[in-house]
């Protein structure tokens, strides 16, 4: 691989920080574990979800081998504080990232704050090898560096997106993709990212081969299919010409690389020989400009409605778990839990719980009773199968998910007490929160408040708000 060192493009990366003197060995034997996440996909766009119109054969094989999580659910409904949630095990809450980056933080301040332990320092004070491949999200100044947040090595670029095709306007920017590790830190030449869901694949197969003699931690944080909107001429034709409208069938082609990218790193899993704890999971509900499909839930990216902070997910490890399904909820919370359970990492101070009772035992009770969100003006509680929606001036919404899992009436007036009660639910968990480090802004505040009135109706009304 050709990079192009940094320091010539005059950009000087991060220096890799030195590991704690409180890290230990991992016992050769210990499983490994890998998480996937893909980003802005619609729950009903695989297969093994049901989707008719998107092909998703590799996926799909891989969920038939996994216990799949038919009720799992992200902390926030866009990518960034969802990130911080799933790569700390904790409500972003807790630590004030609770809009998406940038927003209106100076960069030396938007990022996760430094206060917050990731699950990637845990794996590693565990002896773990760690890395993380592709979008980090989560900080653009040096102190925010995945290098600086338990990661071994990065490879990746920091912004929330970026061209999938190579371009030498990115080079030496937060949209580069940059190589950093223990002997070698520069950036990708630009003129070989022949397509960037590739590129991602190919390092983490890499890293899977490089470590397949030692328990390793790897996320590989996919873009696709976020925007823009780039798919390859050969995927492309690979789609019916009848997938309407355009941008569907671009997004369908934006999928079936991610698919194939996803095969490859199962099947380097398998090669290396390792029990290893492998995740797939969505980052948040589809987003509202990818021609994405949430099929039966309402709601899209940015929404506290099911469609915003539900998404697909399974875990696989065939040395240890039987295939099958999850039905309870589940959070991306528990999925950090279990991460570091299984490497016999410390749990404290997560939010999570292990799921392995679940997934081995397939315990029947729930890990929560319940599940919170917030963005700014509007908040969430699930408690059991009821569901409250908070909007700051406007309804409050309560939705009974068992009957009505698509959201469609709100119950709040038929069953006042209730509503009551899970508002104080609500109020009692935000007293052990803290107010966001910043925000995004009058526009996004006006958009997030109109996607939670109930007169917005379909999908096409819901993709009419950003």
Known sequence: MHHLIFILAGVALPLLPVRGTNAQSAPPESPSVVMVIADDAGWIDFGFQGSTEIDTPALDQLAAESVVLEACYVTASVCSPSRAGMLTGRYQQRCGHEYNLPGD?????????????????????????????????????????????????????????????????????????EHVDGTDRGSEVESEIVYLTDTIANDAVTFIRDH????????????????????????????????????????????????????SIGDAIDASGRDTLFIFVNDNGGATNNASDNGPLRGMKGSQFEGGIRVPGFVRRPAVFKPGSIVVPVSTLDLVATAVATAKGDLDGLDGVDLDPWLHARKVDRPHQQLFWRRGPVAAVRDLDLKLIRVEGGETLLFDLQADPSERQDLSAQRPGTTIRLLAELAAWEHLMIPPRWTTGPMWRKNLLRKHQMDVVGREAERAIP
């Open 105 to 177: 933080a100076p960069r030396s301040e938007g990022g996760l704050p430094l206060t917050e332990r990731t699950i990637a320092d845990r794996m590693q004070t565990a002896g773990y090898a760690t890395g993380l491949i592709g979008k980090w999200h989560l900080g653009l100044a040096p102190a925010f560096h995945p290098t600086n947040r338990g990661f071994d090595e990065f490879h990746g670029f920091r912004a929330g997106s970026r061209s999938y095709f190579g371009n030498e306007a990115l080079r030496g920017g937060n949209r580069a993709y």
């Open 212 to 263: 397949a003699d030692r328990p390793s931690f790897l996320v590989v944080a996919f873009n696709a299919p976020h925007g823009p909107m780039h798919a390859t001429d050969e995927d492309l034709a690979s789609i019916d010409p009848a997938l309407a409208p355009d941008r569907r069938r671009i997004y369908a082609a934006m999928m079936r690389s991610l698919d194939r990218a996803c095969g």
